[in-house]
């Protein structure tokens, strides 16, 4: 059985559709996976710049310690 002639261009819209939905699925897919290593790699560098700050900090606090001892020094000699 064929189907008649005001359906062809029905089904060719219900195809043009379904490969919209296709293209818009395939889409969402790239892009959650996208988000996923995005978010990824914020946490990696938020790791990094945590240990970076610590690191910074610890330097700061030698920096002035030495500070103090040369001022030490120079008072007492």
């Known amino acids: 059985m064929s ?6 261009p029905v089904q060719q819209e219900l195809a043009a ?3 919209r939905l296709e293209r818009l699925l395939e ?4 892009l ?3 988000n996923r290593s995005l978010r990824h790699s ?3 560098l938020s790791g990094e710049r945590a240990g970076l700050l610590a690191r910074n900090e610890q330097a700061r606090g030698r920096v002035e310690a030495m500070i103090q001892r040369l001022k030490s020094l120079e008072n007492n000699g």
Not at 3 to 8: E, G, M, Q, V
């Open 3 to 8: 189907t008649p002639d005001h359906d062809n």
């Open 32 to 34: 959650t996976e996208e």
């Open 27 to 30: 889409t969402v897919r790239r």
């Open 17 to 19: 559709l379904g490969l």
């Open 42 to 44: 914020q946490e990696q």
